[in-house]
């Protein structure tokens, strides 16, 4: 009896201190998350020079700053980024463009072909809008949503231009005493500084009749502090003689051929900022053609190299100038680039 007593009494302590002990939870250990980036908006097949891109960096998780990403090319004379994930295609190759965060990066191949615009389809895109103009005064529009703005200017005769939402257009005329037409960059009276950029226009053309004593199938513009109109010639109806050209300075080869380089003073004559006496450069390729690209930074590089003061620019653009004659020019291909992100 006295022993069955002792047994009961053990297991009800035993309960008692087992029912004390407190019960151990186990502890969620947090899940380690694999940080991966990764970039969109790369195009599968290759780019043209001077296109621009926007590539957007993506994370799996919303813990990582995504603003703080470092970008960088591989090759900036290919394509360059900026820290915004904007890219600008510049030369031919491949190269990789990367965005970086701490130890974390991802990357991505861009692809950039050269632009031929003999070979390259463009044409005229959208709806043309035609335009006579105002005689003796000049007429500024707007080009659709290209970014370019045009130009047409006439003394007389009977002129037409239709332009369409690419930059593209067909100007004709007859009998003008003057007549000039011009699709490209406007930055108007306070300019813009030349430097860090580059300057590159391509372009196609088709050409009929003539153009009377004096014409220019050209990239032109103006500068401003100080006044300089300036003429980069590519082809012509009649090629310019030393009378209207002036002085020789020199010559550069760029673009497969070799330039003359000229200056010409005009004294009391109509400028953009009304009657003014301001200088004229010309280059004039020695052999006329109807496509191609004009590196029209190097034409600024080479005026300042001979002495030719430079300004900022006032405008820039693909432009036909005729004095007379009949004829039609049909600017098929037009694309230009300042060299900007």
Known sequence: MTKRIILIALAALTLIATGCKKKTQPIDEPVKVEVELSITGAPEEAVLVGEKLTLTLKCNTDKVDLTTAEWSSTNTEIAKVNN??????????????????????????????ERDPSKDQMGHVGEGKTTNGRDNSRMLF???????????????GANLLTYYENGTFKASWSGPNDFLVGV????????????????????????????????????????????????????????????????????????????????????????????KTFP?????RKNPRQSGRIHVSTHFNNWARVGMTLGKLYDLRYYVEVGGGSGLLDCTYLFMSDGQI
């Open 142 to 156: 707007q080009v659709g949503d290209s970014g370019y703005a045009g130009e047409i200017w006439h003394q007389g």
């Open 280 to 284: 004229q450069y010309y280059s004039v």
């Open 184 to 275: 490209g960059y406007y930055y108007g009276e306070q300019g813009t500084s030349l430097d860090g950029k580059e300057y590159n226009c391509y372009f196609k053309h088709d050409k009929l009749g003539s153009g009377g004593g004096y014409n220019y199938i050209c990239v032109h513009g103006w500068m401003v502090n100080p006044l300089i109109e300036f003429f980069i010639i590519d082809d012509w109806y009649n090629k310019p003689s030393a009378g209207i050209l002036g002085q020789r300075k020199g010559e550069v080869t760029v673009d497969g051929d070799t330039y003359e380089i000229w200056q010409n003073t005009r004294v009391n004559q109509p400028s953009i900022l009304g009657t």
């Open 84 to 113: 915004s994930g904007h890219v600008l295609a510049v030369g031919m190759g491949v190269c990789e463009i990367s965005a970086v965060i701490g130890e974390h990066s991802a990357s991505v191949a861009i692809s950039v072909n």
